[in-house]
């Protein structure tokens, strides 16, 4: 998730577990200790392009990181608020409730996230929840304006935050369906139609979850469609082929390899001149709002280059992208 969304869910969060006993410190420092394992960016200019992917969402998220950081952060908590030396407990709970429910809901998304590292390699991502879900968190936004006008020593604030974090859990619990629904509708709908596929890829849009960006990987290639609940139609427009031969010279290279594992496999290379080639996730593909994937707005394109003495150099390709109110009202006629 975005760093605004972990704060308010940390805010609530930290409302919830140590309102009554740390007052208003514990919505203030829920939403900051909820951000700290995406500190981890810090490190991303002194890396190369490929490590900073997989560095993102990697150390700092592991359920050990945060376990360690827990006792830490509670620490250095006690010494800033001297008057909280006896509530070192409550600054467990929060501190832990916090940072797990950042590495939690990040495991939703389709970034992929080492809750197991060192011990394992494995990137958890769901594929079920954006980066950006305005609707998983407008309940939360609402409980903290009310925290504003609210007394923090009435029993109010807890059941007011309460009930938002549960209508977000709900939320969160429809995702799972809605996804499990989208992809039966597309594994029907490829039987129908007599397509061959070896894997499907579901992945929802910015700010919401009613539409998709839908990847289906064959033999050669990809096929891409889009789906709103409003639509209800499915209907592959686009088909990218893989053109994996255009890596035979750099395959085993180890830079290279950090791609395909940040991408799991969903990728596409694309030839620009002789001794330069695109690298294309597919599954950050889709940034109009119609979910038509675009390989040459795709948020994670890498430019793969040859040195004259054959050496592989890998750079971010930062495309040129712009959201119009064209865009923008074709989204929401998606939705509405």
Partial sequence: MDNISHFVIGAVVGEIVAGNKLGKKAVLWGGLIANLPDLDVIAQPFLSAAKSLLFHRGPTHSILFCALLVFLVSKLMTIIHKNTKNNFNDWIKLSSWCLFSHIFIDCFNSYGTAIFYPFSNLRVAFDCVGIVDIFMIFPLIIALVCFIFINRKTQTRKIIASSAMLISILYLGFTVFNKISLEQKVDRYLY?????????????????????????????????????????????????????????????????????????????????????????????????????????????????????????????????????????????????
């Fill in 192 to 336: 129908e139609y007599n397509i061959n596929y070896d894997r499907i890829l579901t992945s929802p849009l910015p700010l919401t979850n009613f539409a998709w960006l839908v990847i289906v990987e064959n033999e050669d290639g990809f096929f891409s469609a889009n789906y709103s609940l409003k639509s209800k139609q499915i209907d592959f427009k686009k088909y990218f082929p893989k053109n994996y031969y255009l890596a035979k010279k750099f395959a085993e290279n180890p830079e290279f390899m950090r791609l395909v594992r940040f991408s799991r496999g969903y990728y596409c290379l694309t030839k620009k001149a002789d001794n330069e080639i695109i690298f294309s996730d597919l599954r950050f593909a889709s940034f109009d709002f119609d979910g038509t994937a675009d390989l040459e707005n795709a948020v994670f394109t890498h430019l793969l280059k040859f040195t004259d003495d054959g050496k592989l150099i890998i750079n971010h390709n930062y495309p040129k992208r712009k959201v119009s109110w064209e865009k923008i009202k074709r989204y929401f006629r998606q939705i509405i």
